[in-house]
């Protein structure tokens, strides 16, 4: 392990002491010269490069995530539970998301690991819990994969009308994302730069749209005045109805940690990972917490079209635009939407191929995946991740083939809020391990630190201990009156057994140790700002403060 100069020099950095203790205490107002201008890095199998620049994560912050969860999970999740019970449903996972990015971004500020939390937990915690949470991540994101390849050729023969076969489709899909990921890192940013501008655009569009319609907008508009919450019960089929939206709104709204790995990739960290704690939240909670509310006015939670299909005509959104008689939308959704997904399997792609290669940079799995190439690709994580993912793309073609992504997609959506549990208690930790070696990490200039901690990680784990309860209850008493069944019991909780299974595995097997807060390693992957980094920072809090706001919503 040896120091570098943010990533351009080679002149060796000060001892660790010296290192840390600059800007002990200090005012962030303070002089460049009292910041220490080195990275302690582990380049034994290679680095990444820091291509992702300041404004491509600020805009991709802004769309990532972004697909077909919130266009066909919403309507569904109006079907299973009512307006009332959706709106508090998605409430609570918006607010969760928060405090993830509030906690995840403490963390990945001070270390900008591309591993992150599953580095965070082998180094504060036990490498057990980081394998069996990387695994199911891992496994969780490429089943995203496999998963947007159908609706890919969903949204495609939308237009192509069955002109089209299955695999050509699923061949299309596969070389347009895997493709990308044959170029630099920077062809990647731009992709996601792109795609996230053209979702962006959209929302803001569907949500104008939707206002309209609410105030009675298109030739067979409407005043719509909340009577669906007073003609239709608004919570449908008790506590099994809540469980099922929340478990929705998860999926729809993702884990959001998709920011946080590439954070081992920014160009300026400190000030990428903080915009985005706090633009990632606010952008989660405006696009769907208006989204839902604009649905529970919009459409009938009995409308038989929610649940009439899995296409853009099965969108609430769509519904409510052909209730109004608004021609020509629905062809303009179907196209951004096949954007999003490109954009979303290829943003799996990326996460996957960086938690693999973080296990094997941490001997959790060999080591020789974790080796990255001159370009900062790690083409083992890559070449290993994109062939799984195409095995499941394909195994679509065989008779069976959805019913296995069914259960992928519950190991995806029970993977996140299992691995929130992972992050807050890995937090805890984090700290424990800072006060038993008096490290000054807050005490320096620009420090970043979650709100109010510890707050959010209390805050996140009681809302993840709820999901697992509604996991569990919708698995025990399914939706439709059919009663339990072992087989719809572990599709629900199939994720929570990997990743405890897994967990428990590796720890018997390897005999891993508990990390002690007075030995964990609170040096590999420390960024500390650098005197460029130093300047950008003083430039940025000298603006006023509505100029710094701007620097939020600007799309440039």
Wanted: with cysteine.
């Amino acid at each position: 392990m040896s120091p570098i100069i943010d990533n351009k020099g080679a002149v060796e950095a000060a001892d660790k002491e010296a290192e840390f203790a600059i800007g002990d205490g200090l005012n962030p107002s303070s002089s460049i010269e009292q910041a220490s201008l080195a990275e302690l890095a582990d380049s034994r199998n290679g680095q990444f490069h820091r291509s992702f620049s300041p404004r491509q994560i600020h805009i991709i912050s802004l769309g990532s995530n972004i697909g077909s969860g919130v266009f066909l999970g919403t309507g569904k999740a109006l079907a299973n539970g009512g307006p009332g019970f959706m709106i508090i449903a998605y409430f609570l996972v918006c607010s969760c998301i928060w405090a993830v990015l509030q906690t995840l971004g403490e963390m990945t500020i001070a270390f900008p690991t591309s591993g992150n939390y599953i580095d965070y937990a082998d180094r504060w915690v036990d490498p057990a819990l980081a394998f069996g949470a990387g695994f199911a991540e891992w496994l969780g994101w490429v089943a995203v994969v496999a998963l947007e390849a159908i609706f890919f050729n969903i949204f495609v023969q939308y237009w192509a009308e069955g002109a089209l076969p299955l695999p050509a489709s699923i061949t299309i899909f596969l070389v347009i994302v895997l493709a990308i990921f044959l170029l630099p890192n920077k062809a990647f940013a731009w992709f996601e730069y792109v795609t996230s501008v053209i979702k962006i655009f959209l929302f803001l569009l569907i949500i104008v749209l939707s206002l309209a319609i609410v105030c009675g907008a298109g030739p067979g508009g409407y005043v719509h005045d909340g009577a669906y919450w007073r003609d239709l019960p608004p919570f449908k089929n008790g506590f099994t109805g809540f469980a099922n939206c929340a478990l929705l709104a998860v999926a729809g709204v993702g884990d959001q940690v998709f920011i946080g790995i590439m954070g081992g990739e920014a160009s300026s960290p400190r000030f990428s990972m903080a915009h985005a704690t706090k633009l990632v939240p606010f952008r989660v909670n405006f696009v769907y917490m208006l989204s839902v509310v604009f649905i529970t006015l919009l459409v009938r939670s009995d409308d038989e079209r929610l649940l009439g299909g899995s296409d853009v005509t099965a969108s609430a959104f769509v519904i409510a635009i052909a209730d109004a008689n608004i021609a020509g939308v629905p062809d303009l959704i179907n196209a951004a939407m096949i954007t999003g997904i490109l954009a979303i399997a290829a943003e799996s792609i990326y996460l996957s191929s960086r938690i693999v290669r973080e296990m094997a940079h941490k001997r959790l799995v060999p080591q020789f995946i974790a080796k990255v190439d001159s370009r900062g690709r790690p083409r083992w994580a890559l070449a290993i991740t994109c062939a799984v993912a195409v095995f499941l793309s394909y195994l679509s073609l065989s008779s069976g083939g959805y019913e296995l992504f069914v259960w992928l997609v519950n190991i995806s959506s029970s993977a996140y809020f299992i691995n929130w549990m992972i992050i807050s208690f890995t937090s805890w930790r984090f700290h424990q391990a800072l006060q038993a070696q008096n490290d000054p990490l807050f005490r320096q200039v620009y420090a970043w630190k979650s709100i109010s901690w510890p707050l959010m990680p209390i805050w996140m784990m009681l809302i993840s201990i709820l999901l697992v309860v509604c996991c569990i209850f919708a698995g025990a008493k399914p939706l439709g009156g059919g009663g339990f069944t072992a087989y719809t019991f572990f599709q629900y909780i199939i994720g929570l057994l990997i990743i405890v299974g897994f967990t428990l595995a590796y720890k018997l097997i390897m005999r891993t140790e508990w990390r002690d807060p007075k030995t964990a390693d609170l040096i590999t992957g420390r960024r500390i700002l650098t005197a460029q980094e130093i300047k950008y920072l003083d430039d940025y809090y000298a603006m006023p403060k509505w100029r710094r706001f701007g620097t939020y919503v600007q799309l440039w």
